[in-house]
DNA sequence: CTTGCTGGTTGCACAATACAACTCCGCTAC
DNA sequence: GTAGCGGAGTTGTATTGTGCAACCAGCAAG
């Protein structure tokens, strides 16, 4: 799946070719969709924010991290990840805990109305999700499933835990 | 999490199965994406932000669409179509101009000066999703690329125009 | 002309976010 | 030890995108 070869950056660096043209449809794609996520899912649970429902997904995954886990892998700031983390306490769907090891760290854990809330709005949007991609081929599933993947899984994109995060030039104004 | 999964598999595949996985995984990756795509291209130009340069795209593609059409195209309120489209103006970027047939409605076009800023916000964001992509073999974009369109494309997502948007039915007055 | 519909604007409220200043805590150097 | 540095979180402040509701302005019927 790597298919780490193909340099050639011909293949997608020329204009004029239908690949750069794929680009170029990937790019409009994928921010139209990011577009419309944030509507949609607010109006489906305004229960829980598109955030609020990543960072709980996240913590599913993998219980006990830490705010500043949270904010580099998604590249929020501290402080807006303190605010979510803050109402998400507040709403009784997760919980803080001091680290043992260094008072300094919260860890953050899921409690079981959080859970439970968690399930449900995933279970629809999961539903929504699949309506959507109903009619699609298994086949077709499976590889859009790892294009994203990959896609999201560039370096730099998610750096999870200790990342530099250069990506984005650092403190932008590119 | 595919744990109490409900075997409805008419429709894309079987409960447990790869391509159920594939429906959770784009679900999950597609909602990352999401999350992200906003800070990184508000990092990148503070000059448009997504939402402004996504209308502008928009409009280059078809020029003359009204503010309701975009509304619809995005899920958008009118109202914030209408500011947008009313910074956009001040910017300089599009021009509002009235109907002939129709004084009720503003059909909106891009300026020389919003062409050329659209222009360049496009390379650079395309620069990074071609640098993103670089590595992919042209196959796999292409693929990629017609699997965004055709999700993004799903009759009651776009509804382009006289949309009935009940795709999300609750109106989760918020 | 009155009613009703549609496109658009404005007032208001709110959520998400960034940035900066600050507190706490742990670690290292003196 | 105490001082100072750096990391984790919190809080103050401002900005932006957003929706909803109320409203105004044309069009189309009756």
């Not at 995954?61 to 501290?78: M, S, V």
């Not at 993947?149 to 984005?168: I, K, L, S, V």
């Amino acid at each position: 799946m790597a298919a780490a070869e193909t340099p050639d950056e011909t293949t997608v660096g020329l204009g004029g070719h239908p690949a750069d043209a794929a680009v170029e449809t990937i790019h409009r794609e994928l921010t139209a969709f990011a577009r419309r996520a944030r509507a949609s899912a607010g109006r489906m649970h305004p229960e829980l924010s598109l955030v609020s429902y990543t960072l709980l997904g996240h913590l599913e995954e993998r219980d006990g991290l830490r705010a500043t886990d949270l904010a580099a892998h998604y590249a929020l700031d501290k402080s807006t990840v303190s605010r979510q983390v803050s109402a998400l306490e507040r709403a009784g769907l997760i919980e803080r805990r001091v680290d043992p090891d260094d008072q300094r760290v919260q860890v953050l854990h899921l409690t079981e109305a959080g859970r439970h809330i968690l399930g449900q709005v995933t279970e629809s949007r999961r539903a929504a999700f699949r309506e959507r991609l109903a009619g699609w081929p298994a086949q077709d599933l499976i590889r859009f499933a790892a294009y994203l993947e990959r896609y999201n899984a560039w370096p730099g994109g998610e750096p999870d835990r200790a990342a530099p995060r250069d990506t984005y030039g650092g403190r932008g104004t590119h």
